[in-house]
C-alpha cells in the first residue's frame, strides 16, 4: 500500500560486464532485497500435535524465529537455556535424562557395536537387550544411577568447552526448526549420546544383563556408585557428544573373552581383573617364588576395594562367579577346548595351590600367577578332547588326592604345601592321560584309526613331554617307573602305525637317574 501511494523511484541501471567502466567478469547485484515474514502452520488435526518442519528449497536465505505456540518453554525460559549449561538444566529438572532416554532406547543402541552373540543365549540378542534396558530403567534405584551417570558426562562436555554450550552449538547444526524445536533436539541428541557412552563402559562383557537379576541387583547398583567416581569415570571423562566428531564417533562395547565373546557371571568383574592385575604385575619386578607374599598383598587390595560391595553375595558364589569371568578373560584357551571345561581344569589347578575348596579373587590371582605355564600346558594337553575328558580327570584328581583342606596360611608353609599337592596334580594327571591314551589305542582295529590317534597326540607330545619331565624329578622309581612303562607302550604304538615322532630319550634318563639315586641312597 505504501509503494502505490508513493512516487516510486526510478530503478538504477544494473552494471553488466559490457557496461561502461565496469570491471570485467562483475556479478549482477540486485538494487532491491525482498524480505518474506511466513507464518507456518503445519497442517493435522485439531487434537495432533503438529511437528511438520518448514524447509526451504536452496537459493534462499533464510532465518526461522521461534515457535508462537503455548509451550513449556516461555521466553524468559528459552532465555535462561540459551545462557546455561545443560548439566545444570538437568539439576534444575528443566531437563530429564531419563524421559529422554526411554523415548529413544532403540536409537541408544544402535550407536553402539556390540560383540558377536552368535554363540550366547538369545537373552543377549539385540531385541531382548533392548527390552532389558527397557525394564531396568522403568527401576527407580538403576534410573536415578544412569541419571547420575548421564550429568556426569553433560558435566564433562560443559566444562571442557567454556566459549559456547554444547547444547547450543548442537542447535545451531540444524538446518530447520524454530529456536525451541532445535533446542530439544539437542537436548535428546546430547543425552542419548550420554547415554550411549554410559553403556559402552558399564556393558562391558554383557555386564549390563547382571542388573535385572534380584540376586546380583544389589551388588551391581553399589558398584555402579562406587565406579561412578573411579575408574568408570576416567573413562568417561574424555567422552565427546557434540559436534561432527561426536556424529561420526564409534563406540565399540569391550569384551575381553579369549577367541569369542562371553558374558560376565559377577557385576563389574572386568574391573576388578584389571585392577588386582595391575597390583600384581606391579609386585612382579622379579620372579613370582614366594605364593604367600603375593595373597597377603592381593587380598588386601580385594578387602579394601571390592569386598564391601559384594556383602550380599555368599564367597561360594564369589568364588564361582569370578572364577569363570576370570578363565574367561585370562586364561588362554585353545580350539577344542570348552569353556565349562577349561574352568573345571583351572579349577582343579588353583584350589592344589592353596588346598582350599573355595578361593576369594584375590587367591585366584596370585594361584594363576604361581601357575602361569601349568595352565597352559594343562589347556593345551586337554585341548585333544578325546585324548581324556575334562570331568574324568578332575574326578580321578579328587579320588586321588582327597577333597582340599582347609589351606595352610602361614607363609613358610604355604609355598611348601603348594608344591606338594601341585605334584600329586601333575601325577594324577600323567596317569590319567596316559592310561586313556593306552586304552584308545588298544581299541583300535584298524590301521586308519590309530594312526588318527596318534596323529592327535602328537599335536601335544611335546607339551606332555615337558609335563613328564618336570613332574619325574624328585619322585621315587616306582612312580616315574609307572609313568615311563606306560608312555613307553604308547611309544611302541607309534612305530607300529609307521610315524616314529613320539619322543622317548628324555624319559628314560630320568628313569636312569632315578634309579642311580636309589642304588645310592
Not at 485 to 495: E, Q
Request: aromatic share 6%; charged share 15%.
Amino acid at each position: 500500500q505504501q509503494q502505490q501511494q508513493t512516487e516510486p523511484e526510478p530503478e538504477q541501471p544494473v552494471p553488466t560486464a559490457t557496461s561502461p567502466g565496469a570491471a570485467p567478469k562483475s556479478r549482477a547485484v540486485p538494487a532491491h532485497f525482498a524480505i518474506v515474514f511466513v507464518l507456518h502452520l503445519p497442517p493435522g488435526m485439531k487434537r495432533r500435535k503438529r511437528h511438520f518442519q518448514l524447509q526451504f528449497v536452496p537459493g534462499w536465505q533464510y532465518i526461522f524465529a521461534d515457535d508462537l505456540r503455548d509451550n513449556d518453554l516461555g521466553v524468559e525460559d528459552t532465555r535462561h537455556i540459551l545462557s546455561s549449561p545443560l548439566h545444570q538444566l538437568i539439576a534444575e529438572e528443566r531437563v530429564n535424562p531419563v524421559d529422554l532416554v526411554l523415548s529413544r532406547l532403540p536409537q541408544t543402541l544402535s550407536l553402539l557395536t556390540t560383540p558377536d552373540t552368535e554363540a550366547l543365549p538369545a537373552q543377549y540378542s539385540s531385541l531382548q537387550r533392548v527390552q532389558t534396558l527397557h525394564h531396568l530403567m522403568r527401576q527407580p534405584a538403576f534410573a536415578r544411577c544412569m541419571h547420575d551417570y548421564v550429568a556426569a558426562v553433560v558435566r564433562s562436555n560443559d566444562e571442557r568447552n567454556t566459549s559456547l554450550f554444547p547444547h547450543v552449538i548442537e542447535a545451531n547444526l540444524l538446518s530447520a526448526g524454530s529456536v525451541r524445536q532445535c533446542l530439544q533436539h539437542s537436548f535428546e541428541t546430547l543425552v542419548v549420546r550420554a547415554f550411549a557412552h554410559v553403556l559402552c563402559v558399564l556393558d562391558e562383557n554383557f555386564n549390563l544383563h547382571l542388573a535385572a537379576q534380584p540376586d546380583l541387583a544389589p551388588c551391581w547398583l553399589r558398584l555402579a556408585a562406587m565406579l561412578r567416581t573411579g575408574e568408570a569415570a576416567a573413562a568417561l571423562r574424555h567422552s565427546i557428544i557434540y559436534g561432527q566428531k561426536a556424529r561420526t564417533a564409534n563406540l565399540t562395547v569391550q569384551n575381553g573373552g579369549q577367541g569369542t565373546p562371553y558374558a560376565a557371571r559377577l557385576p563389574f568383574s572386568a574391573f576388578m581383573l584389571r585392577h588386582l592385575d595391575g597390583v600384581l604385575t606391579s609386585g612382579l619386578s622379579e620372579p613370582l617364588q614366594s605364593l604367600s607374599k603375593h595373597v597377603q598383598r592381593l587380598q588386601r587390595a580385594w578387602q579394601d576395594q571390592w569386598a564391601p560391595a559384594l556383602v550380599d553375595l555368599p564367597p561360594p558364589a564369589v568364588f564361582e562367579y569370578y572364577l569363570h569371568d576370570f578363565v574367561a578373560c585370562c586364561v588362554v584357551r585353545p580350539s577344542g577346548l570348552s569353556l565349562p571345561h577349561q574352568v573345571e581344569l583351572c579349577r582343579s589347578v588353583l584350589c592344589a595351590t592353596l588346598g582350599k575348596a573355595v578361593l576369594l579373587p584375590a587367591e585366584i590371582h596370585a594361584a594363576a600367577a604361581y601357575n602361569d605355564v601349568r595352565l597352559l600346558s594343562f589347556c593345551e594337553l586337554f585341548s585333544a578332547q578325546q585324548l581324556l575328558p575334562v570331568p574324568a580327570f578332575v574326578q580321578h584328581w579328587l579320588q586321588d588326592a582327597g577333597q582340599p583342606g582347609s589351606g595352610d596360611t602361614a607363609a613358610e608353609g604355604m609355598d611348601a604345601a603348594a608344591e606338594q599337592s601341585l605334584r600329586r596334580l601333575d601325577g594324577c594327571l600323567l596317569r590319567c592321560i596316559l592310561q586313556a591314551l593306552w586304552q584308545q589305542l588298544s581299541s583300535c582295529t584298524k590301521l586308519s584309526a590309530l594312526q588318527q590317534a596318534l596323529q592327535q597326540l602328537h599335536a601335544v607330545a611335546h607339551t606332555l613331554e615337558d609335563v613328564m619331565q618336570c613332574w619325574a624329578q624328585g619322585q621315587e622309581l616306582a612312580a616315574v617307573e609307572e609313568v615311563v612303562g606306560l608312555w613307553c607302550k604308547i611309544v611302541v604304538f607309534d612305530g607300529l602305525a609307521g610315524l616314529d615322532a613320539l619322543p622317548v630319550d628324555h624319559l628314560a634318563e630320568h628313569k636312569r637317574k632315578t634309579a642311580a639315586a636309589a642304588a645310592a641312597a
